[in-house]
């Protein structure tokens, strides 16, 4: 199977001095990027090669270094003069195929391109169609193959150029040179292809590599020289030139100025080009320019260069006393001992050996000479000044008017990083905190060269005075602290005005006290050890106290006792917090008028002690007064009892001393209420409930106390019931009572008692809580309903009901076909209308809703089958019957008779009874039977009615077949053919039938 390899643009390898270096006319065509640059890939497979996926596939596009094949080991990997290769395939197989393309935009410079490459294939032996196989060739814009650069190979024996290898054979490296002068301009494309056996079990695959060149004939002739020496280009097959000579090069003795030379060139392909050489000799011009680079420093460009030819290269001779011609860089740096004017010389050399010579004066300037002022450390924003400096005539006014044109600051920390910079000549420039920094200074003149100065510098910054204080309440002491800071500097002195008089020198803590409530402005000035002072002043207050002080509302036992809080300061201070302590251990709180509930009724303390604004505090402590409440303590008689219950409350409340309770309200616990000390009270419902009692004290203290589940009224049962169907009941049913009596939880109904009067006065008694009786006599029946509870509470109903007479359900049925029957309604007595339901084939639910109907059966449909009818009667009584029918099938579900024997009145083991065979052949009317005897003539058809022998009716059977003619004349022996057909159902059944008549 061939393995595609698409070359994209055509730049394959021509062989110059360094093959494996990035040809910038062809780049990465020779792999030298040890990628896959510039590169399509695609796979597919063979044969014939079809390529459908696009892509580099590693393992099948690889890139290769210098080794050897591992199956061929005496192929290389990689051709000489090569640093990389590309692998088309591998050594598996499968019936792949891979391919590499490459587009290339031809110029003058790469008309020429070169590729070698290199074949292992299996050889198994096939067809030529079925080989593993390489193929290269080269595509012009329009997608057609360029003439002759098509070249293919499959796998086997005396392939030219081919060896043999243990199962398949190998070509080494092969080059070919394409030329592509006809394509200048345009864009063409190279495409690889390897391919493994298309039958899967034998590989292929390929090398290559690639370059490009001028498509030129190269020439060595220099002025003087008495021959030339012409070469073109390599990696063609065959030359030729005009004077005869067939190698690649060729040597002119004595040329003459002009002479022309042709040379044709011809491929491995076999495509030829013609290239033209004019013998005219290379003349050599030396020159360069002189690139001013300061320090001393500058640099040489070459501008030589070469008619018919070209400049590779050069010496040269600084004239500074340097080692002459020992430097041979085309565009040289050189070094000078210093600023002055130097005599140059450059010699330029061809590639055919052709030189010139020439000597350029060089000057070198001097460089500007950089200085700057520092100004003094005081702050952290300074000013610098720059005292940098320049020659700018020289000893001989050879760099006259050079000046210094730019100023370049850098501020760094001790570590050597950017703090700021400037471009200003005399910049300002603030340092971000105190320190040692280091001053640098570049400087640049009119040339372009530079020089740097760097210079450390102590920024102490300015000093900051600075101090605290506590501001305090009128009476306490007040604490100065110095917190002055020099910023990199040392505070030498100290001077201190506190305001109200008071001068301190060089005190760094201390304590002062003001007389009076007030602000006093105070001040401190500092001076460092490098002269920077500073001063500050503050504001500092003395306070007002402020004075405590509080009412309280008396409360009762367990309520909360309120507090008003009176304290005030003097303006323009406020008091801003209190702290409350209620008695010892009782509570505290913060809040400004707070509420305590105290442990119980009595006289406690309360201190208040508030805060100003400014934290100055006062205290005060004064009595509290807690009234009693009263205490509860009640019962009631009874405690228990039925539905209504009346009972006595009883009373023991009383209050602590001297107080009395004024008011008494009663909660039942049923919603009702009562006042008094010892009411009497009726509870309508039933249940349990608590009993709730608040007393009210003269001073309007109050207590509420809830016994909870203090009474217990036994619910009265309520007496109902619930006939089955309304009150009335269908004669001779079993009459259910569904007791609807009720009673609340948790009682229940215990006991029942039953009294039932008939029509004729017959009494019926029953103690069951559901009375099931069935009654005889239809009329007009009296009911008592007597119950009571587990706690003997009663309760008694009563009612009446009517017994009513029940219909009848009957039916007749009547088959007149075999699926067919006819079913007649016979119901009697109930009452009219009836509701009817007819179940006809033991499915579910009702089939008919009518009294009288025909029904027709499924031919599967035989057997006995039960037939229920329900008759409801217009009083809801309701009757059912069932009776079973036999159903037939169909007559195609029959077997019918093959002989009709007659005469029955002869004896014997074969006699067939006519009416058995009248059976088989009564056919419904929705049925015909034809009968017609062996020469195809009609003898028999169905009618409504037939006849007996001798012509007499036979009102019994309906379309039947007793071996008659129509006519009611009996058939001869013989065999008939019968047809039975059912235009309703859908059914032909035919046959035959031998009827024989006993002699």
């Known amino acids: 199977m061939i393995k595609r390899i698409l070359l994209a643009t055509v730049s ?10 990035l040809n910038q006319d062809c780049p990465n065509a020779n792999f030298a990027m040890g990628d896959f640059t510039n590169w399509g890939g695609y796979t597919g497979t063979c044969c014939p090669i079809n390529l459908p996926n696009v892509g580099i596939v590693p393992g099948r596009h690889t890139i290769m270094n210098p080794g050897t094949d591992p199956i061929v080991p005496a192929l290389q990997t990689v051709p000489n003069g090569f640093s990389q290769s590309a692998r088309l395939g591998n050594s598996s197989s499968g019936a792949q195929a891979e391919a590499l393309e490459y587009s290339l935009n031809v110029t003058a410079q790469n008309s020429l391109f070169i590729y070698e490459f290199a074949v292992v294939m299996q050889d198994p032996g096939h067809s030529v169609t079925q080989q593993p196989r390489f193929e290269l060739q080269v595509i012009d814009p329009f997608g057609q193959v360029i003439p002759c650069t098509y070249y293919q190979v499959a796998a086997g024996n005396g392939i030219p150029g081919f060896q043999s290898y243990s199962g398949g054979v190998w070509r080494n490296w092969a080059r070919v040179g394409v030329s592509l002068a006809s394509y200048i301009g345009q864009t063409v494309t190279i495409q690889a292809k390897t391919g493994d056996c298309s039958l899967g079990g034998h590989y292929g695959y390929g090398y290559l590599v690639a370059d490009c060149a001028p498509l030129q004939i190269d020439i060595q002739y220099c002025i003087g020289d008495t021959s030339a020496v012409l070469v073109a280009p390599a990696g063609f097959s065959s030359y030729q030139w005009s004077n005869g000579v067939t190698g690649p090069t060729v040597v002119v003795t004595n040329p003459q100025q002009g002479q022309s030379l042709n040379c044709v060139i011809t491929s491995a392909s076999g495509c ?23 320090d001393d420093m500058s640099l040489m460009s070459d501008t030589s260069y070469a008619l018919n030819g070209q400049i590779t290269k050069w010496a040269w001779d600084y004239g500074d006393g340097s080692p002459s011609f020992q430097d041979s860089a085309q565009n040289p740096m050189h070094l000078f001992p210093g600023p002055g004017t130097y005599n140059v010389t450059q010699i330029a050399i061809s590639s055919a050996g052709c030189r010139d010579t020439i000597t350029l004066p060089v000057t070198v300037f001097p460089k500007p000479e950089s200085n700057l ?25 050879n760099w006259a008017g050079n000046t210094i044109i730019s100023h370049a600051w850098n501020f760094l920390d001790t570590t050597g990083v950017q703090v700021g910079a400037s471009v200003d000549t005399n910049p ?34 300015t000093p900051v005075a600075d101090f605290t204080f506590s501001e305090f309440c009128e009476g306490l002491v007040t604490p100065f602290a110095d917190t002055s800071f020099a910023d990199g500097d040392t505070i030498t002195a100290r001077l201190w005005d506190l305001g109200d008089g008071t001068l301190l020198n060089d005190a760094l803590l201390f304590d002062h006290m003001y007389l009076n409530p007030g602000t006093y402005n105070a001040q401190l000035i500092i001076l460092t050890a490098n002269n920077c002072p500073d001063t ?47 008695n010892t251990g009782v509570g505290s709180s913060t809040q400004t008028n707070p509420s305590q509930i105290f442990p119980g009724w009595g006289d406690y303390t309360a201190t208040l002690a508030v805060v100003t604004n400014n934290g100055c505090v006062d205290t005060v402590t004064l009595p509290v007064h807690v009234n009693p409440r009263p205490v509860i303590d009640f019962s009631a008689d009874p405690l228990e009892g039925c539905q209504p219950l009346t009972v006595d409350m009883l009373n ?36 349990t409930f608590s009993v709730t009692l608040t007393a009210i004290t003269n001073r309007g203290c109050d207590t509420t106390v809830t016994v909870p589940n203090l009474i217990t009224v036994h619910p009265k049962p309520n007496a109902d019931y619930a006939w089955a169907n309304t009150s009335d009941f269908c004669f001779k049913e079993t009459l259910f009572t569904d007791n609807q009596s009720t009673v609340n939880a948790p009682s229940t109904i215990t006991n029942y008692d039953w009294y039932v009067t008939s029509p004729s006065n017959i009494l019926y008694n029953d103690t069951n809580e559901n009375f099931n009786h069935v009654f005889p006599e239809v009329g007009s029946y009296d009911v008592v309903l007597y119950i009571s509870t587990e706690k003997g509470c009663l309760d008694t109903t009563t009612g009446t009901f009517n017994v009513l007479e029940l219909p009848v359900a009957d039916f007749e049925t009547e088959p007149f076909c075999y699926w067919i029957n006819q079913f007649t309604d016979q119901t009697t007595k109930g009452e009219e209308p009836y509701n009817y339901q007819w179940n006809i084939d033991q499915t579910p639910g009702a089939d008919y809703f009518v009294p009288n109907f025909e029904h027709f059966y499924a031919d599967s ?79 028999f058809k169905t009618q409504n009615t037939t006849v007996q022998e001798g012509g007499i009716p036979d009102e019994d059977c309906i379309a039947c077949f007793r071996g008659l003619h129509q006519d009611g004349t009996e058939l001869t022996n013989g065999v008939y053919h019968y047809i039975l057909k059912s235009e309703k159902r859908d059914i032909t059944k035919q046959g035959f039938i031998s009827i024989f008549k006993r002699q």
Not at 12 to 21: D, P
Not at 542 to 551: D, L
């Open 536 to 582: 500050t002043v503050y504001p500092v207050t003395v306070f007002p106290n402020p004075v405590a002080n509080f009412t309280v509302d008396s409360a009762c036992s367990g309520d909360a006792t309120n507090f008003i809080n009176l304290s005030m300061v003097l303006n323009p201070d406020s008091v801003t917090g209190s702290a409350w302590v209620f």
């Open 272 to 294: 030829t080009a013609t290239l033209t050489a004019v013998v005219n000799p290379i003349t050599a011009f030396a020159g360069f320019d002189n690139i001013f680079m300061c």
């Open 652 to 687: 023991s409340t009383y209050v602590p001393g001297p107080d009395t309770v004024s008011v008494w309200n009663w909660a039942m616990g049923d919603g009702g209420t009562t006042t008094g000390v010892l009411p009497t009270y009726t509870y309508m419902g039933d249940g």
């Open 861 to 939: 449909t035989e057997g006995n089958i039960p037939v229920v009818l329900s008759i409801t009667d217009a009083f809801g009584c309701r009757h059912d019957t069932t009776k079973v029918i036999e159903v037939k099938g169909a007559p195609d579900d029959f077997d019918f008779p093959t002989v009709l024997v007659l005469n029955p009145e002869i004896q014997g083991n074969d006699q067939v009874q006519i009416e058995d065979l009248s059976v088989e052949f009564n056919i419904c009317v929705d049925y015909e039977l034809f009968v017609y005897n062996r020469w195809g003539t009609l003898v």
């Open 428 to 461: 300002q420039f603030t340092f971000p905190q105190p320190g040692y920094y280091d001053i640098q200074l570049v400087v640049t003149d009119s040339l372009g060269c530079t020089d740097t100065i760097t210079q450390p510098f102590l920024s102490v910054g």
């Open 373 to 397: 002022l520092l100004p003094d450390p005081c702050g952290l924003t300074h000013s610098f000044t720059s005292l940098a400096t320049i020659d700018s005539l020289g000893s001989n006014g």
């Open 12 to 21: 394959l390898l021509f062989f110059f001095e360094t093959k494996a270096q």
